[in-house]
């Protein structure tokens, strides 16, 4: 439970000005972030409270300034930016509250010194992109590490020669105090749920999934027991079951007393675990209220808008009523009888027609195994056997580690295929050579999940667009800007963002540009690698929108990854589930998602947030009472 239970029915309020809390541990008072050359501020006259045991979501889009509040207020933004206003933190600490250490300290403006201390041991930081946060020559145990040294008594005490003690005995002490913070690490990896926590901790980031990375991350910040955390963006682009767990780790540590500042755009997050909410848009905040009460009643028409955008696993809503008076009058769950559920999502091509051994993709068999030097070999892969046909979008969902890339890799090559065959239109893959695969490349558009790495920063966007054009085609220069420009106005994109670089475009713009680069050919195939992981929901929304619009118009088929189960039933006709390399389930969309037969689909589709506070708590209270199991089946005595 909750040591602050959230609180139905409050108001919310249209100002960001707010009365000061004193039980705030971390109080954000007017901070105002600039940056030099630009017209407007960043963040203008930013007021939060962080309280222990209390979950503050801070929501807007990309760009609405919600990052840069925090990290100007930790000083983690660089000198061109200019902070003003004040961020006071509680030291309270009994018998560290010295002259030289006061109570509260205001971190903007603090020296070096000051802000060393602080963070990582008062205030841990959890960053969306963990790859680009850790460092990648350490090993993750070697990091964590360094953070407790960094703040240990200790080690600081040594460092600074207060101790006077023989060379014997500073040996034996340095031992001790490696095993003990060999102890701690790997207690911290434990915690955060990562399994074989010696391996982890030897590891290098390059060699962990993008979930193991998050969790590692999240093992950092909490390896001195900070009063806050400042969790950005922590579950962005990981699947539903590591999404949960993430979430599950925050809800625990807030249980403890810390406060955590959440910065999200998903706001199916922001219903399940925060306890208030404010609302940013443009550097302001233009709402604020309990979590219960912004989902209820929003009051500013960017909120509804947030809210409108967000996409509704309507599979998950068919499959359970739960509960949702908040009088809690309601303490039955019921199954609904999905025999009679309509299927809302794409409806499945005409497969009539074409001959049952003719697919635009069939893969038989399919192993991939990954090997390297010093390292057990990897099988990613494991007797995958999948068609697409033509015109037809087919999901592909599963956890991190799952394979779903791998899959995804193979088809254009860029995966050497370890056994088994992978046809794409009527030509082999494996094993084949650059000369035979030229036909299957430009028949086959490419977008991948994180655009700012798969466009080239150097070149104009125009430039990329044009590339397959130049490589594939024999259009003339003339006839390929006209191509370019007709591309731009296919993903909604004006002529104008043929000169800009990448750097400056946002992330939705970004990824259409990839969408026009993947369809500048043609192609009968597409494959989207997690497209929408990264985009807040007005953008997703948006670029979902746009997908499935052009390919209605152009007709091509597709192979759509991701981890997002509501996206895969907005968007694919038939979904192929996958765990450890292997299919465990396949189907027609709606009816994997509402109707699982495998316990690992119905884990997944339970570990899938609803954006309706209330719901989501209900659903936790099932669980502990017994009337729902953790992956979401009915318990057989309700």
Known sequence: MRSQPRRAG??????????????AVLSLKDVTVRFSGAPVAAAEAVNLDLVPGRVLALVGESGSGKSVTALGSLGLLPQAATVSGSALLSLDEPGRNTDEMPSVVDLVGADRPMLDTVRGRLVGTIFQEPSSALDPLLSIGAQIREVIKAHSDETRSEADGTRSRSDETRSRSRIGSRARVRGRVHELLGRVGLPDVERIAASYPHQLSGGQLQRACMALALACNPKVIIADEPTTALDVTVQAGILD??????????????????????ADIADEVAVMRKGRIVERGSVDAIFSDPQHPY?????????QLDALRQTLDLPNTPDGSSDKVEAVDTSTVKANGPSAPDTTSLEPDRPLVEVTDLDVVHRARRRKPVHAVRG???????????GLVGESGSGKSTIAGTLTGLVPVTSGSVRVAGVEVAGASRHVMLPVRRSTGVVYQNPASALNPRRTVGASIAEPLMLHSALDPARRRARVRQLLEQVELPESMADRYPHQMSGGQRQRVAIARALALNPRLVVADEPTSALDVSVQAKVLKLLTGLQAELGFACLFVSHDLAVIEQIAARTVVLSHGRVVEQGATTQVLSQPRQEYTRRLVAAVPLPDPVAQRNRRA????????????LSPTV
């Open 10 to 23: 409050s108001s919310t309020t249209l100002t960001g000005q707010q009365g000061p809390r004193p039980d």
């Open 384 to 394: 995958v056997s999948l068609a697409i046909a033509p015109g037809e979008v087919l």
């Open 249 to 270: 780790l925050l809800r625990q540590v807030t249980d403890e007393g810390m406060a955590v500042l959440l910065i999200t755009h998903d706001m199916a997050v922001v």
């Open 303 to 311: 909120t509804r808008q947030l809210l409108d955008a967000v996409p």
């Open 622 to 633: 099932a669980v502990v009472s017994g009337a729902l199991s953790p992956t979401g089946a």
